[in-house]
């Protein structure tokens, strides 16, 4: 998987990727205007984030490259790589119970806090995508 170069990026199938891995410094894009919200990203090697309109959404330690995110419907996916194990963590609903997939394997059942976030621990190598899936239940 390529990390994201130009760091956010719209897909033509209405999804966005974000993030890049292999950056030694931190870097940022912000006022990324998608589907009516604005979009902020900071990435490098040690963490990668998201938020939308000012809000937390995706964030990775260390860092990543997403692709293809989407959220809607009580469902959040994407696909995550990176050049070692890293843990993410979402923004969703709070204290609410979702089931995380990941590559298609049911690893379990979650709850979110009351803040509403998600954490998940993801083996990763580097040139290896995983897909992920988190449905609310």
């Not at 974000?18 to 998608?34: A, N, P, Q, W």
């Not at 979402?90 to 690893?107: F, K, P, Q, R, W």
Request: aromatic share 10%; glycine share 8%; charged share 30%.
């Amino acid at each position: 998987m390529a990390v994201v170069k130009e760091l956010l990026r719209a897909e033509n199938d209405g999804t966005l990727s974000f993030g890049d891995y292999t950056l030694g410094s931190k870097t940022k894009l912000e006022g990324f205007e998608f589907q009516g919200d604005i979009y902020k990203v900071k990435t490098f090697a040690e963490i990668t984030k998201l938020e939308k309109n000012g809000m937390f959404v995706y964030e990775s330690v260390p860092g990543t490259a997403v692709e293809n995110f989407k959220t809607g419907d009580g469902i959040v996916s994407f696909k995550v790589s990176a050049s070692k194990d890293a843990q993410f963590t979402l923004e969703l609903e709070a204290d609410s119970e979702y089931t995380v997939y990941l590559d298609d394997m049911n690893i379990g059942d979650m709850t979110t806090n009351l803040s509403g976030k998600l954490s998940v621990s993801a083996e990763l190598e580097e040139g290896k995508s995983i897909e992920v899936k988190i449905v609310k239940k």
